[in-house]
């Protein structure tokens, strides 16, 4: 049985900022050229924009959490004097993105608004990314910091070397999916790499940074704001642009003891009844897939996807993505813009607004022939998230 | 708790994003499934080479050893290869 609101809600306008790393330029000028943008996209005035959603955490340690400068809340667009007619905001304290666009979604289906803005507006602090000091570890800290494992890299760097060993994989093999998306970010204007290349050498001869992860498959740090307008399908067909209409959406609702996030067998089990639900709601499953934008803040995580929506059995990704099956004109394309990881750390933001360019045939020199279902997956599979199935417009 | 295990993932970090771990890297640091319970499993580090981990693979034997801090009062458990169970297996 299909979700009875599938399809009722569409995304009808995408809008980028710059893509910059360390800038002097605020972070609330970014956000504010991604929502004109936007409006722009859609073909509609900036100021009839009435509903607001953010996941606005910035990811990194050492973070201020300072409105404007390294996070954009929903308050800096209500008192930017932009937004005059604004009757409905949301502002998600867990889960990433996906969870901003849930509450969008469910907001216009109740009709609290009209027209509803999404973003993401991530800051890369000067210096190393995600840089602190400290001299002790309390609550599940404690269980980890001590002994060097302090953040996500290395809990992936644990969990994937299990994988490897497991399945027999060999770590050069990443090479395949990191330069595949590095060939889509060429082709696409709104990449950090837009313009620099990768060979297979640059990929393994880049330094490692927690082995067996090295350099390229750890997301850029980027600062950029990224923002979408939703509205109901209805209304979306009368705007400037075809809709990208929401089949299904959702949450990644499993929990695992907080501090063990690095078994590689929690990252793909937590994510399959996610995908369970995103197939049952949108009433296609994963043979019916177009196109698929994974999550790629470290590049495991994209294999984890592959697997936990049935895309490949468990521990054949890496065979998977090997070859032509996920290029441009593949069985399954991956990461047609670049990922995270050549387009920039835009937190799932990037891999939403590459589904709606592909079913409303706007992707220019990376469309992919017929992409009528393509599905996002946000997050790595157990450290929260979510996902959705985006179709063309019939 | 008998201090022994099997080794469940390794990783050698180059990059160190917190002060305290500067001098350190690289450092090699281990999950180790205690004897006790599947599935309870440990963050620890490894006494030995870090870069050279040698021959390390999944389920191999590994046994407790408690390394000192600069805090009088704070003692860590590292794990090494249980070299006796080694030669058993």
Partial sequence: MTWEHSCKVAIAGVGFSNIERRTSTPLGSFAIDSARAAAQDAGIELSSIDGLATYPAAPFAGARNQDGRDVITPEFFLSSGLLPDVTWYSQAGAGLVATAMRDAVNALIAGACTYALVWRAMYAPPGVYGRARTRSFGGDEQFSGPWGVTGPVQWHALAYRRYLEQYGGDAESMAALVVNSRRNANLNDHAYFSDKEMSLDDYASARMISDPLRLFDCDVPVTACVAVILTTTERARHLRNPPALLASIGQQTVTNPPAVRYVVDDHIESGAPLCRQLWRDAGVGPSEIDAAQLYDGFSPSALYWLEAAGFCGRGEALDFVQGDTITLSGRLPVNTFGGSLSQGRLHGMGHIVEAVLQVTDRARRRQVDGADAVCVFDGSPMLRGGGMVIVRDR | ?89
Avoid: K
């Fill in chain 2, 1 to 89: 708790m008998s201090g022994r295990g099997t080794l469940f993932s390794w990783s050698t970090n180059f990059h160190s994003v917190l002060n305290a771990f500067d001098a350190a890297a690289p450092y090699l640091c281990v999950l180790v499934e205690l004897v006790e319970q599947p599935g309870l499993i440990l963050v620890s580090d490894f006494a030995g080479d870090p870069v050279e981990n040698p021959g390390l693979r999944i389920g191999m034997p590994m046994q407790v050893a408690f390394q000192p801090t600069q805090d009088p009062h704070i003692v860590l458990p590292q794990f090494r290869v249980d070299l006796l169970d080694e030669d058993q297996a």
